[in-house]
């Protein structure tokens, strides 16, 4: 009927009007003039397939491009030839449904009609969901672009299950949600598993889109991914429309804050006390009130007896414990690296009326906001960097102002100018930590170098490398090696055929560190932390001002060193010094920083990727790391593990 077509274009023109006022292109784009000359690297067809109506949005040939809004509604007169036809379709459609698949062109997920923009308009007019066509894919030609390498992981998804719209803006991300799901790249999926991936895909953009999800800054795909992982242990897919309403309203903070490019508020110190008249009096009133002591459950991946960090944070839970007496109860779990067994330890923390659940390993961190949407009355903190959650609180040492300590430090001992460094994995923070060190000891030693080796590498000696490089002085790992009692830690002197004489000890205090946590739970400061971030992840960064690090000198120390890194010491400690700030020179000569100019922000810090001028060497491929240090790398790694597979 005449009058529908009639509906649909005001409906149209309506679009091309806001589309104007708003400084958008009004019509359909055109594939043809999308790729120019560009015609990627072939064409591949596809078949006929179900595809989504919102993925269809432009026409291959600018034949019929302003013939429509940039909806895919009609806008050509109700009295022209075009109208007839359309009003006809519509007619069909509504008594008989459209069967014919149009003809498309797919590239880069988004799909350009050959053949059947009427066809296309129609259902759109109606709001029909979906639309049976006839696809050729183009594809691109490969490049270094983001966009271009997360589509042809995409079509390597689509191999072995065949559905759009997970349109990524992360590479890799495909792969994880396959692993998510229990699936793979290489191998089909069942059919079972690809039709409730997209009848859950489906459900989940119609939620999250009902809730506003269109004004936040991600892609649909990568708000889904986020779901994924979020209930990758409690069944992700098959679930009905109203449970995935409740989650995805469980789960919005999450998403809310995930969006956002500046997405993690780092809190550089723990919050000052109020008055102490103040304070004396709600501290007398907490301790009237006070019925029990604030519980709090330890769940590690690793043992402590055989993990060196593990064996740090647990010395920390006993410390706390010694700290604060009766008003605190500890309880830890070892071992507890699988999600089964991490679900357990949970389950019965929260039995046991935990008030706040620690998580001790960057690698922890899914598996902690899995428990916080499935416990969202308990506490949740993680020992990492730049991870952001709203549910899950994460806390960090600045260790590199230590580092930057030491470095200046371990120049003054190096006669030959030159000094080593052992790194662990290249996770966030981890580089920082390096590029500290080598500042600092430029500062002391304008020619000094840092020979970088990595622990993690396989099939690689440093020590032999360290031998060859005629390295003296050394900054090893922060903290004994279980496993391997011999590897050099803290700053070391090498000596050959010896063993190697600490000189200097990096300091983690853990203990001090929950402890602050603790006292900021029962004065209230973490709930106002909470209240004044509401729509950022909170990270506690805190370094030597607060005492949860420190540098620790040994006996043999010569006097001026020793009065030189006192100082240094105390400058940086009260902010008047900052190893990232002012000019900044990378390897190659790259200016990081201008003279003059402010320090680093701290999520340029967690997340720095480049060296430091004179240091000698470079950040691992994933593919170099041991098992240990690749799996590191997929929590918090600060190189991608997709890209430097294809370098491999």
Not at 361 to 373: D, I, K, N
Not at 415 to 435: K, Q, T
Not at 637 to 646: L, R
């Amino acid at each position: 009927m005449i009058e529908d077509y009639r509906k649909a274009c005001k409906r149209g023109r309506r679009e091309v009007s806001d589309a104007v006022s708003h400084g958008r292109y009004p019509y359909l784009p055109v594939l043809d003039d999308i790729l120019g000359d560009t015609r990627g690297s072939g064409e591949v067809p596809v078949g006929v397939r179900e595809i989504p109506m919102e993925l269809v949005v432009g026409t291959k040939t600018r034949a019929r491009a302003n013939t429509f809004s940039c909806g895919f509604l009609p806008i050509a007169d109700e009295g022209s030839e075009f109208a007839a036809k359309w009003s006809r379709l519509y007619d069909a459609q509504v008594s008989e449904g459209i069967r014919d698949p149009v003809v498309v062109y797919e590239y880069l997920q988004r799909f350009y009609v050959q053949e059947g923009n009427k066809r296309v308009s129609v259902l759109r007019s109606l709001d029909v969901p979906t639309i049976t066509a006839s696809i050729t894919r183009i594809m691109p030609a490969p490049s270094d672009d983001q966009a271009i390498r997360c589509y042809h992981e995409f079509v390597r998804l689509y191999r072995v299950a065949p559905v759009y719209g997970l349109r990524f803006s992360e590479e890799g991300s495909c792969e994880q949600l396959a692993r998510l799901l229990g699936q793979n790249l290489d191998d089909p999926w069942p059919e079972d598993k690809v039709r409730s991936l997209t009848s859950t895909l489906y459900q989940f953009t119609r939620s999250y889109r009902a809730r506003g999800g269109d004004m936040l800054a991600q892609t649909v795909a990568d708000a889904f991914l986020l779901y994924v992982r979020s209930y990758a242990t409690s069944g992700p897919l098959g679930i009905s429309s109203a449970e995935m309403d409740r989650r995805v309203a469980r789960l919005w903070g999450e998403l809310v804050v995930a969006a956002q490019d500046d997405s993690i508020a780092y809190l550089e110190a723990p919050s000052e006390r109020r008055g102490r008249l103040v304070s004396k009096v709600k501290s007398v009133s907490r301790s009237l009130r006070a019925t029990k002591p604030l519980r709090l459950a330890f769940v590690y991946d690793r043992d402590p007896g055989i993990s060196g960090w593990t064996a740090q944070h647990e010395q920390g839970r006993l410390s706390l414990q010694q700290r604060l007496g009766s008003a605190v109860e500890t309880v830890a779990y070892c071992k507890k690296s699988s999600d089964e067994d991490f679900d357990q330890a949970v389950r019965a923390s929260v039995a046991d009326k935990a008030d706040v659940i620690v998580t001790a390993s960057p690698r922890q961190m899914e598996q902690t906001r899995r428990a916080a949407v499935a416990h969202p009355g308990t506490m949740f903190i993680n020992c990492s960097i730049n991870l952001s959650s709203s549910m899950v609180r994460t806390f960090y040492a600045r260790m590199y102002e230590v580092k930057f300590l030491m470095g200046a430090l371990a120049a003054g001992m190096a006669e030959n100018h030159r000094v080593g460094y052992l790194a662990i994995s290249p996770i966030f923070g981890s580089v920082a930590e390096i590029n500290a060190f080598a500042i600092g000891a430029a500062m002391v030693d304008p020619y000094c170098t840092v020979h970088l080796k990595w622990s993690s590498a396989e099939r690689y000696d440093w020590r032999r490398e360290l031998e060859e490089d005629d390295v003296h002085v050394l900054a090893g790992r922060d903290y004994p090696n279980p496993l391997d009692p011999g590897e050099p830690w803290g700053l070391c002197c090498l000596h050959r055929s010896a063993t190697p004489e600490r000189v200097a000890t990096p300091v983690w205090d853990w203990g001090r560190y929950y402890e602050l946590i603790v006292r900021s739970l029962q004065d209230d400061r973490w709930r106002k932390e909470g209240a004044a971030h509401s729509d950022r992840a909170l990270n506690y960064w805190w370094g030597m001002s607060a005492g949860v690090v420190r540098l620790e000198l040994g006996e043999g120390i010569a006097t001026g060193q020793r009065r030189l890194i006192q100082l240094l010491e105390r400058e940086v400690s009260e902010g008047r010094i900052h190893p990232f700030e002012g000019l900044m020179v990378a390897q190659r000569g790259e200016v990081v920083r201008e003279e003059g100019s402010q320090r680093l922000a701290n999520e340029e810090i967690a997340s720095m990727r480049w060296l430091n001028e004179n240091v000698v060497g470079r950040l691992p491929k994933s593919w170099e790391l041991s098992r240990d240090g690749a799996d590191a790398v997929a929590a918090s790694g600060v190189i991608s593990a997709a890209t430097d597979a294809e370098e491999s």
